[in-house]
């Protein structure tokens, strides 16, 4: 399955999104239940 899904998040919710323990095991779930054929995460310049 190919997809793409482009996400902007401000900084300040970004930056507490990251402070959580469980940030990378939920993205890794969450990835695991798309099925991609492949993943590439980007990440910019945080807006305010």
Same mark, same amino acid.
């Given at each position: 399955?190919?997809f793409?899904?482009r996400v902007?998040?401000p900084?300040?919710?970004? @930056?507490?999104?990251?402070? =959580?323990? @469980?940030? $990378?095991? @939920?993205?890794? =779930? ?5 099925m991609p054929?492949?993943?590439? $995460? $980007?990440?910019?310049?945080?807006t305010?």
């Amino acid at each position: 399955m190919k997809f793409l899904i482009r996400v902007s998040i401000p900084t300040a919710q970004g @930056n507490e999104m990251v402070k =959580d323990p @469980n940030f $990378l095991k @939920n993205m890794e =779930d969450h990835i695991k239940v798309q099925m991609p054929n492949q993943h590439i $995460l $980007l990440f910019t310049k945080g807006t305010e």
